[in-house]
């Protein structure tokens, strides 16, 4: 059983699923999925699991609209979409009666509070599902990336990261039919075959900084995420 994990939670996974007949809802946000989400993620806590949610901010920005725009400030405004992910995620646990703290790492104290790793261990010691919004605080890194920094700050067991996909593969299996699962595989042979299920940065950071594994699994269904965390040998192990 892991002691504590970090779920890498795509912005998609909130979003509805295609564009909603009523033009009065949201195009970002479905209530419904926003809703699963987050009892997904309560689930898995009350496995005795310390939860860290990286959010992902796609649903709302996929980055720069055109070659002239500014890369600084389009990854600044999707630092912003991950934050607002992650409000809507605590809500919805608030909602359910748990507790659950955003935190950034940059400074806007009067929605969420300013990311330190002590503070967030300490909330998650507490019983905090803990939201880490807004990247890595950085341009150029993913929030891929970020979830493999927080998880080495954080001494986190697993980083989990889903997919649309069932797990690792030697290609892309969208585009390639014949694509090889790769059901167990090592940060460098993922770095040197240019697995791409991740950035190069992420299972790089996980090398040097020795987390112990990536959990890498399909996550249309959300159900996996408690498998995956009960010791079900779902998708993909990533490890030293």
Not at 39 to 45: F, G, N
Not at 68 to 96: C, F, K, S, Y
Not at 195 to 214: G, T, Y
């Amino acid at each position: 059983m892991y002691k504590r994990i970090i779920l890498k939670l795509s912005g998609e996974t909130l979003a509805p699923v295609g564009i909603p007949a009523d033009k009065k809802a949201s195009l970002t946000f479905d209530a419904a999925r926003v809703d699963r989400a987050a009892e997904a993620i309560v689930k898995l806590a009350d496995l005795g699991v310390q939860v860290g949610v990286v959010m992902g901010g796609g649903n709302i920005w996929r980055g720069r609209f055109t070659d002239e725009m500014n890369p600084v400030l389009a990854d600044q405004m999707g630092m912003l979409a991950t934050i607002i992910n992650a409000l809507a995620v605590q809500d919805a646990i608030l909602r359910m009666g748990r507790k659950a703290t955003v935190f950034t790492p940059q400074e806007m104290t009067r929605f969420a509070e300013h990311y330190r790793a002590d503070r967030a261990i300490e909330k998650m010691e507490q019983g905090h599902i803990v939201l880490l919004a807004g990247g890595s605080g950085n341009p150029f890194f993913t929030t891929d990336t970020a979830a493999a920094l927080r998880a080495a700050e954080l001494r986190a067991d697993a980083v989990f990261k889903g997919t649309t996909v069932n797990g690792v593969y030697d290609s892309d299996p969208n585009k390639n039919p014949a694509a090889k699962f790769i059901p167990d595989i090592s940060y460098r042979e993922a770095i040197d075959m240019n697995i791409r299920v991740m950035d190069p940065s992420a299972f790089q950071l996980c090398l040097e900084q020795k987390i112990p594994q990536i959990r890498v699994f399909n996550m249309d269904n959300l159900d996996n995420i408690l498998k995956v965390a009960q010791g079900e040998p779902i998708g993909t192990v990533v490890h030293a």
